[in-house]
């Protein structure tokens, strides 16, 4: 065998790696989500909540929820032997928007969670990357005991385009996750066709 290559005699495949962003709102599952599909040990940067930060924490809906993403998580998947993503779950709370303008910085698109509980929670998410035109998809968390809504429902209440991809899905569960993120590839893959073949040659 020669040093760097397969038994089958080609060379080691160099994976491409794409940086997907995880957005939503405080308690959607954003952490639960990164750390489900990760191949390795996810990098978490959660802290307890506090009552000095109850004023400015709403917890309503979520009152199970003791601590709180306060930089990102951050996780890995192997979708193929020559692909992948590099996950940045973002913080929830407004204190902490600050962050998303760093940790979008070269992202291929984004997911952003949603909460059919408390669906005003994604806005600003979806507001954010509409605005930075970057490409994201709608994966709503079904959480146990929560309504269950038509996804065309959903996306009138949201607002959203018809060509953002909307999904149901559960963030505990590793296939559904990783089918949200192939449809974030997808879909971030096929505004950039769509971009180049609108540019005159």
């Known amino acids: 065998m020669i040093f760097g290559r397969s038994q089958r005699g080609k060379p080691p495949v160099e994976p491409v790696t794409l940086k997907i962003l995880v957005a939503g709102g405080f308690g959607v599952g954003k952490t639960t989500l990164v750390g489900a599909v990760s191949e390795i040990r996810p990098l978490r940067t959660e802290e307890l909540l506090t009552e000095a930060g109850r004023p400015v924490d709403d917890v309503s809906g979520v009152e199970g929820k003791h601590t709180t993403t306060v930089a990102m998580d951050f996780g890995r998947i192997t979708l193929r032997e020559d692909l992948v993503l590099y996950l940045f779950g973002t913080p929830g709370q407004e204190r902490f928007w600050f962050m998303w303008d760093e940790l979008s910085e070269g992202a291929l698109g984004a997911v952003v969670l949603a909460d059919t509980r408390r669906l005003e929670d994604c806005f600003a998410a979806v507001d954010y990357f509409e605005r930075r035109s970057i490409p994201f998809v709608i994966g709503v968390n079904c959480f146990e005991g929560s309504a269950r809504y038509p996804a065309e429902t959903v996306?009138?209440?949201?607002?959203?385009?018809?060509?953002?991809?909307?999904?149901?899905?559960?963030?505990?569960?590793?296939?559904?996750?990783?089918?949200v993120l192939i449809g974030v590839v997808q879909h971030a893959m096929a505004q950039a066709a769509d971009r180049r073949s609108a540019v005159p040659t």
């Open 155 to 179: 996306r009138q209440a949201l607002d959203v385009d018809e060509d953002v991809p909307l999904v149901m899905c559960d963030a505990r569960d590793r296939e559904s996750v990783k089918e």
